[in-house]
């Protein structure tokens, strides 16, 4: 039997694009967790497909793997548009979706770091988005401290809780002066893995859990449930953008100034996304410690 | 006062992951059986949780929160630095008081 997805319309880093791609390809989520399912012949299409950046490349990259690795044959028809034709190539994807040339990281122009499959935290990988930023915008000290501390907690969380391979992969755009990045799996979900400590409800239970301090899977003896409050904590000071989505819920951050817009809910009717993702859009230009408090970095810590 | 750099203990400038602070742990202990002991992260660039969770528990676990009070200093180079060990120690101090 074959199986045809059409992407048939654009996937930005927003709550609306994740959830159109989850739902859009969700009968292959139902293929992929069916242990038992005859091998199909998927194809999926992005000939129609003007826009997608590291959400899609993600998504589409954790999936088309596993489907492959579970015998089912997928087959993808390539982007139209020269400009997402190029971006698919500097992300790897064209690579890994059919067989198209390896990412050129090096290039001068080059405004993606490729996608990165792990199981493990890779401290390489972290200082490839540090060094694609560098390249394109200046970075005062706070901003890589912060830029390290961010992608070293959400890459902590893959290595601790997904139970299954990780991506994570960023783009920069001049345009607005933000690296997005994305950092997902496909395994066992925010609900799932804080279960082991925790009686936890529902999907959206789980992220708010997981938001709140000191909530803690205690998967590892270390695990002190600090690491996502504090990327919501940098992100909102940053007035950038947070997504949280797993199962059938999704968190979203979005600055706007002062103001920051927050919601919790629904991913959306008969949808959900295996495993966890987080998507940040980091703004390069933004001030973190504007507020010029007396907040002394050198002092001692008391307790 | 014996001061010691966490950026001394670790094969590159970023403390990421949990697997770095032994040592850093492992020469606070030392230094403390000799006195009073400043941990300074200056020139250390991006510091996880994950870090100074463990680099905490691994101090905290051979002396109590009261035993190291004013023989333990802090100093970061960075208000991020600072933050998150705060997170760290204020999680830190929750476990040890819960039953």
Same mark, same amino acid.
């Given at each position: 039997?074959?199986?045809?997805?059409?992407?048939?319309?654009?996937?930005?880093?927003?709550?609306?694009?994740?959830?159109?791609?989850?739902?859009?390809?969700?009968?292959?989520?139902?293929?992929?967790?069916?242990?038992?399912?005859?091998?199909?012949?998927?194809?999926?299409?992005?000939?129609?497909?003007?826009?997608?950046?590291?959400?899609?490349?993600?998504?589409?990259?954790?999936?088309?793997?596993?489907?492959?690795?579970?015998?089912?044959?997928?087959?993808?028809?390539?982007?139209?548009?020269?400009?997402?034709?190029?971006?698919?190539?500097?992300?790897?994807?064209?690579?890994?979706?059919?067989?198209?040339?390896?990412?050129?990281?090096?290039?001068?122009?080059?405004?993606?770091?490729?996608?990165?499959?792990?199981?493990?935290?890779?401290?390489?990988?972290?200082?490839?988005?540090?060094?694609?930023?560098?390249?394109?915008?200046?970075?005062?000290?706070?901003?890589?401290?912060?830029?390290?501390?961010?992608?070293?907690?959400?890459?902590?969380?893959?290595?601790?809780?997904?139970?299954?391979?990780?991506?994570?992969?960023?783009?920069?755009?001049?345009?607005?002066?933000?690296?997005?990045?994305?950092?997902?799996?496909?395994?066992?979900?925010?609900?799932?893995?804080?279960?082991?400590?925790?009686?936890?409800?529902?999907?959206?239970?789980?992220?708010?859990?997981?938001?709140?301090?000191?909530?803690?899977?205690?998967?590892?003896?270390?695990?002190?449930?600090?690491?996502?409050?504090?990327?919501?904590?940098?992100?909102?000071?940053?007035?950038?953008?947070?997504?949280?989505?797993?199962?059938?819920?999704?968190?979203?951050?979005?600055?706007?100034?002062?103001?920051?817009?927050?919601?919790?809910?629904?991913?959306?009717?008969?949808?959900?996304?295996?495993?966890?993702?987080?998507?940040?859009?980091?703004?390069?230009?933004?001030?973190?410690?504007?507020?010029?408090?007396?907040?002394?970095?050198?002092?001692?810590?008391?307790? | 006062?014996?001061?010691?750099?966490?950026?001394?203990?670790?094969?590159?400038?970023?403390?990421?992951?949990?697997?770095?602070?032994?040592?850093? !742990? *492992?020469?606070? =202990? @030392? $230094? /403390?059986?000799?006195?009073?002991?400043?941990?300074?992260?200056?020139?250390?660039?991006?510091? #996880?949780?994950?870090?100074?969770?463990?680099?905490?528990?691994?101090?905290? !676990? *051979?002396?109590? =929160? @009261? $035993? /190291?009070?004013?023989?333990?200093?802090?100093?970061?180079?960075?208000?991020?630095?600072?933050? #998150?060990?705060?997170?760290?120690?204020?999680?830190?101090?929750?476990?040890?008081?819960?039953?």
């Amino acid at each position: 039997m074959r199986v045809r997805i059409a992407i048939d319309f654009n996937i930005d880093e927003t709550v609306n694009s994740v959830y159109m791609l989850s739902s859009r390809v969700q009968p292959l989520f139902v293929l992929r967790d069916a242990p038992h399912s005859t091998r199909e012949n998927i194809e999926v299409d992005l000939s129609a497909c003007d826009y997608f950046g590291p959400v899609g490349v993600a998504i589409l990259c954790l999936l088309i793997k596993d489907l492959r690795a579970a015998g089912h044959t997928v087959g993808v028809i390539p982007p139209v548009r020269p400009k997402l034709k190029a971006y698919a190539e500097y992300s790897g994807f064209a690579e890994l979706c059919w067989g198209g040339p390896p990412p050129s990281f090096d290039h001068p122009r080059n405004e993606t770091t490729p996608i990165v499959f792990a199981t493990q935290r890779r401290d390489s990988e972290i200082r490839r988005v540090v060094q694609l930023v560098q390249r394109h915008s200046a970075m005062n000290d706070d901003m890589i401290i912060s830029l390290q501390a961010l992608l070293g907690e959400l890459l902590m969380n893959i290595q601790d809780h997904a139970g299954a391979e990780g991506v994570m992969t960023a783009r920069w755009f001049p345009s607005d002066q933000t690296v997005r990045i994305v950092v997902a799996d496909l395994g066992m979900g925010l609900k799932n893995t804080l279960s082991r400590s925790y009686s936890v409800r529902s999907d959206r239970h789980a992220i708010e859990l997981a938001l709140s301090n000191r909530t803690s899977s205690r998967s590892q003896s270390r695990n002190l449930g600090e690491g996502l409050p504090l990327v919501h904590t940098m992100m909102t000071r940053n007035q950038g953008d947070l997504i949280l989505a797993s199962g059938d819920a999704i968190f979203s951050l979005i600055g706007q100034g002062r103001s920051p817009t927050t919601r919790l809910g629904a991913l959306g009717p008969q949808t959900t996304l295996p495993g966890t993702l987080c998507a940040l859009k980091f703004r390069i230009d933004h001030d973190l410690y504007d507020d010029d408090s007396n907040d002394d970095e050198s002092g001692a810590l008391e307790w | 006062m014996t001061t010691l750099r966490v950026v001394d203990y670790l094969d590159e400038l970023t403390a990421l992951g949990p697997e770095q602070a032994p040592p850093v !742990a *492992e020469a606070v =202990l @030392d $230094a /403390l059986q000799h006195g009073e002991v400043e941990l300074t992260f200056a020139g250390v660039q991006g510091v #996880t949780t994950a870090f100074t969770n463990n680099l905490l528990l691994l101090i905290f !676990a *051979e002396h109590s =929160l @009261d $035993a /190291l009070r004013g023989r333990l200093h802090f100093r970061f180079g960075s208000r991020l630095h600072r933050e #998150t060990l705060d997170r760290s120690m204020r999680a830190l101090k929750e476990l040890k008081s819960s039953p």
